[in-house]
């Protein structure tokens, strides 16, 4: 093992709006020893995430920023293939945050066994992972949808949307989806059962909504901020719940962020607006993984990967995700 080379994707200065290439250096690394405690993990899959943006930048977070110089942080998923932890022997597939490298080394903290007759390994970064985790617990828990009532989520065939969609539809609920461009909103449709999807690229999103929502929208499933949100607030039902999961339009902006104008409506509406966080609720992520599993089995929800090969993919594929360029949840084959 100790012959291999461990490729890494280091921060080399922190970006100012969108990440260019300059911002990562790509170096060659050697393997690292296992000390005891610890195990090492060849990482097969790498997540990439809306979330890398927040990670690399300087301020105040829910998590510290990765430093310059540093293996960008990346959930991943591996096979252990050197171990000194009695607990992750050698063979055992795994999940956790291994970074945009070969080899990831770790001591066991917030990693998760991965059981592969659920589902191949990508799917234990996509709807068995932290974007379906986040789908779950954001639509029933802090969304509190109930059957009957109308849904509406934004980025409706990303990693996250296109599960709340199908958990929406599967708990009796109208399903309006929006998404860019007319390939997305046909696939959110057609495939994911939602009644409808508003291409905001080409329409008004705040009329749209007026007109596929007549009594209003319950749950409002937010990923990505800005005028979408807006639109949003200004056709909301009494009582409705809005669930701030992301802004993906506000991340590479994040010193003049626009906030929402139509806030005055949670007042009249009576309804709330929420923000969370997937890791909250971690301690319940078994009866999800669970549920989610039995329904891709099942075939009533399914979950599409957009794949790229190799490392020296991740400075483009991180910028795929904010041009709408991935069509489902985006990992690095490695
Ligand atoms: N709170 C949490 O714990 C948590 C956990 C995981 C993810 N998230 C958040 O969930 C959201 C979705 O993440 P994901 O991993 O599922 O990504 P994703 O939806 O698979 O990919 C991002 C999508 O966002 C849309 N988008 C990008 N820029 C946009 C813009 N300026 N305006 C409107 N739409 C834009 C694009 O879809 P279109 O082509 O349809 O525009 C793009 O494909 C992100 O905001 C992420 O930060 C939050």
Not at 105 to 133: C, F, K, W, Y
Not at 169 to 195: H, M, N, P, W, Y
Request: include cysteine; hydrophobic fraction near 45%; aromatic fraction near 6%.
């Amino acid at each position: 093992m100790s012959l291999e080379v461990n490729l890494q994707v280091r921060l080399a200065k922190r970006p100012d709006g969108l990440p260019d290439d300059d911002c990562w250096s790509i170096v060659e690394h050697f393997v690292p020893e296992v000390g005891n405690g610890q195990f090492v993990v060849r990482n097969e899959f790498i997540s990439i995430d809306p979330a890398m943006r927040g990670w690399v930048s300087a301020g105040d977070s829910y998590i510290a920023p990765v430093a310059i110089g540093e293996v960008m942080r990346a959930r991943a998923v591996g096979e252990i293939v050197g171990s000194r932890h009695a607990a992750f022997p050698v063979g055992t597939k795994v999940m956790g945050f291994f970074g945009v490298q070969n080899f990831g080394l770790s001591n066991g903290q917030a990693v998760t066994r991965i059981d592969e007759a659920l589902a191949p390994m990508p799917q234990h970064l996509a709807a068995l992972g932290s974007p379906g985790m986040t789908a779950y617990f954001g639509l029933l828990h802090v969304g509190a949808c109930q059957a009957g009532e109308t849904v509406v989520v934004s980025a409706a065939s990303g990693a996250v949307g296109q599960i709340v969609a199908q958990i929406a539809r599967l708990k009796g609920c109208t399903v309006i989806g929006i998404a860019g461009g007319s390939d997305k909103c046909r696939f959110v449709v057609e495939q994911l059962g939602a009644q409808a999807c508003i291409d905001y690229k080409s329409v008004n999103v705040a009329s749209d909504l007026r007109s596929l929502c007549p009594q209003g929208i319950d749950v409002f499933f937010d990923n990505v901020g800005g005028d979408i949100l807006d639109a949003a607030l200004a056709n909301l039902a009494q009582h409705a719940r809005v669930v701030i999961c992301g802004a993906i339009s506000q991340y590479n902006n994040l010193d003049s962020v626009k906030g929402p104008k139509n806030y005055l409506s949670l007042i009249s509406k009576r309804a709330s607006m929420r923000g969370m966080l997937v890791t909250d609720f971690a301690d319940r992520n078994a009866i999800a993984v669970s549920e989610l599993a039995g329904w891709l089995r099942d075939g009533l929800v399914r979950s599409t990967l957009d794949v790229e090969a190799g490392l020296t993919r991740f400075p483009s594929a991180l910028r795929k995700l904010f041009a709408g360029a991935n069509f489902g949840k985006l990992v690095i084959e490695v």
